[in-house]
């Protein structure tokens, strides 16, 4: 399963390693800072659709299982990554050229809507009940490891074909190999079997989960995610444009400056979950809450004024365990708050949700932020203001590490 995981994230964030010249095929502007603009607004527009995919993916998978709804998701991301991956660009057909590459970031985010609940509940699900947390880690452990295959891809290509060449078609290579490998995902998918809980509630009388509390979980379940939201899509996903741009790292320095922190995330995420299963899992939550509200600013004005490669690489790695802290203990958090029938419904709907405001247009809101404020620092306050709202709703969160699944 985190296989097939890693594959559909892989898919997911190629778009956006490779933003910048995305930008000038797509979205042609004299002003540089208008087409970064228009790219990461189609990057968020993707994120528009995953609580759509949530949703119906969810309600999907809580009728009909587990393991249909994630074979129906990773279908979907091969498709639409393999469609920008041959997409004519601006130049040869106009407006058609970005009205399609929407459509396809649309069906990315519809499959991705589906896909972190899924996946999230069906490796919990298997877990046993003293190891949900370890087991949950590998969830955004793998979600890593599928930016980590696409970042170092990235700086791979920009490293052997060169900028020119890499500017004119070599963009394309990372979608293509995205379609190409996403039927690994769905054979990695098919050969197991569905889950217990599922199985359980499944031949149960039904019960109904009432509206109201159901609703109450994922208005919980939207503020406490918040937080790793921004951090990922700010520190990950914007950075390697953020530090080209106002650290004077070249292309591939920043690249291959995301790829460490993206390995050294995935590898905190793991130690988080495993300890989750020990001290619970607001401890190390909030620990992360707390770093991020009182380190954010100083470790971001750390990577301005000639900052260098080395500096840089270390505040993106020290960035990446407080980050991971959080992370690691979140999917056991998220699929023990909702009942098992209305799980995926509830749980990829609330976190899909908090991902399209926090997560999806952080690049774009970090872009226009420094253009209004003319201060590349203003980010960190994006940073803190999402702390403040993850911060209360993770203290208010009853400890289940060590009850059994609803």
Known sequence: ??????????????????????????FPSAD?????????????????????????????????????ALLLTVGLMAIGTGLIGVLPTYSAIGIAAPALL???????GFSAGGEWGGSASFIVEWAGPRQRGFF???????????????SGVTALLNSGLGPETMDSWGWRIPFLLGALIGPLGMLARKGVQETPAFQRADGEPSVLVQPII?????????CFAAMQSVVVYIFLSYFPTFIQKYAGLSRSEALWSSTIATATI???????????????????????????????YPLLHATLGGAGFGRIVLIQMVVSVLG??????MPAALVEMFPTKGRLFGLSTAYNLSSMVFGGFAPFIATWLIGWTGSPMSLAFFVIASALISTPAVAMLRETAHDRLQ
């Open 266 to 296: 995935a590898l905190s995420c793991l130690a988080s979950g495993a300890l989750s299963d020990v001290i619970g899992r607001k401890k190390p939550m909030l620990l992360s809450c707390l770093a991020f509200l009182l380190l954010s």
């Open 32 to 68: 540089e800072n208008t087409s970064l603009l228009s790219t990461f607004a189609a990057f968020g527009i993707g994120f528009v659709a995953r609580p759509l995919g949530g949703m119906l993916i969810g309600r999907f998978g809580d009728k009909h299982g587990r393991k249909p």
């Open 102 to 108: 929407v459509l396809a970031r649309l069906l990315q």
């Open 136 to 150: 949950g880690s590998f969830h955004p452990a793998s979600v890593f490891a599928g930016l980590l295959v696409g």
């Open 1 to 26: 399963m985190a296989v097939g995981n890693m594959l559909e994230w892989y898919d997911f964030a190629v778009y956006a390693y490779l933003a910048a010249i995305i930008g000038k095929h797509f």
């Open 214 to 222: 159901l609703w109450k979980l994922m208005l919980h379940a939207f």
């Open 324 to 329: 991971g802290l959080f992370l690691g203990a």
